[in-house]
């Protein structure tokens, strides 16, 4: 997992063509209008997931990894906490879905770092790290995040 502002990713995730992508479209000038749902920047190999929610108090937090995608999670407004944990910490609930290229789990008590991101801040997840997000930053609150999904290429599934 690496969290940084936008500003300064590109000094501490390897750069392939698909982050690029992907950099570019969050630096796009109109992100703030997107609507909720996909939004295609290269077909399946990088595409955004805008969405708009409320954060929540849980406890144990869901985790969830994936395989074949690597997350970006950008808070465009609010604050959000996402939970980190090694994938192979997870005790998996429900199995992972090909399809829908996700597993979820939990963490044993104690084994999760929380990381709080604000407005304008990102987590880069790799397929090793399960992650817990719509975490509330204290109390519940709005929250606009877009992840983008980039595909894992053969050699980079983690810095």
Known sequence: ????????????????????????????????????????????????????????????????????YIDIQFIVTGDEVIGWAPAERMQITEAYDPAMDIAFGTVPAGEMTPVRLHAGQLAVLYPADGHAPRLAAGMPSPVFKIVVKVAVEEGITER
């Open 1 to 68: 997992m690496i969290v940084t502002g936008l500003d300064h990713i590109e000094e501490q995730v390897r750069m392939t063509q698909a982050l690029r992508k992907a950099l570019d479209f969050l630096r796009g000038p109109d992100i703030a209008s997107l609507p909720d749902g996909r939004v295609d920047i290269d077909g399946d190999q990088v595409y955004a997931l805008p969405q708009r929610y409320a954060t929540i108090l849980t406890d144990p937090p869901r985790f969830e990894h994936h395989r074949r």
